[in-house]
């Protein structure tokens, strides 16, 4: 069974920052691009970036703007995301997700983690 | 960046009847190998979305043929036959055929 299990979230001050980890299990980590997503409290959904499996190709969404960094630890079976220079509007929940070979789309998430950024 | 726009905002719908849910790309998400990823997702309240179609009309593993998927170019569907209650939510269209990937604004289903 596929498995990701997202931590690190929690109370951070603008500015500030943080490392987001995704433990995955269930499948063989390094054949598969991943990814992060975010929703909002609004509930609205936000791809931030993706990672391919062997962790050379990264690609950004335009407003992280340097940022925030993903990587990946394949012997560890680790996804992650830096986050820097937080800002209030980084407020979220942080899925890690799994691409579906070849459909484009994210068949497995993770439960979330909770951002909050607030002084 | 492609917009993703879904109609309706919200629905309510009565159990056992259908629902329909459109979504409209800002271009056209026929990708160069000619396959177009659009997905559906569905998110139940205090849950992750979870995935129901894939490239426009393909149900994803367990979910029922009540849902399915149509549309081409920029315009895509996604139908409900006879709603249930397990159907609450929220549903997201997304295209990942242009980076970066993105996500219509999302519909509320309840039921009436």
């Known amino acids: 069974e596929v498995r990701l299990v997202e931590s690190g979230g929690g109370l951070f001050k603008p500015g500030g920052s943080l490392r987001l980890s995704c433990a995955a299990s269930?499948?063989?980590?390094?054949?598969?691009?991943m990814h992060w997503v975010r929703q909002t409290p609004g509930k609205r959904l936000t791809w931030i970036s993706r990672?391919?499996?062997?962790?050379?190709?990264?690609k950004y969404a335009d407003f992280v703007q340097g940022r925030f960094t993903i990587s990946r630890d394949n012997a560890r079976n680790t996804l992650y995301l830096q986050l820097t220079d937080l800002r209030g509007d980084d407020s979220a929940v942080y899925y890690c997700t799994r691409g579906y070979y070849g459909t484009g789309a994210f068949a497995d998430w993770g439960p979330g983690t909770l951002v909050t950024v607030s002084s | 960046d492609i917009v993703m726009t879904q109609t309706p905002l919200s629905l309510s719908v009565t159990l056992g009847q259908p629902a329909s849910i459109s979504c409209r790309s800002s271009r056209s998400l026929v990708h160069d190998d000619g396959h177009t990823y659009l997905s559906w997702l569905h998110q139940r309240p205090g849950q992750p979305p979870r995935l129901l179609i894939y490239k426009i009309s393909d149900r994803f593993s367990g979910v029922p043929d009540r849902f399915s998927g149509g549309g081409s170019g920029r315009d895509f569907t996604l139908k409900i036959s006879r709603v249930e209650a397990d159907d609450v939510g929220l549903y997201f269209c997304m295209q990942a055929t242009h980076f970066p990937i993105s996500f219509g604004q999302g519909t509320r289903l309840e039921i009436k």
């Open positions: 990672i391919t499996g062997d962790g050379t190709t990264k």
């Open positions: 269930g499948f063989i980590f390094n054949t598969y691009s």
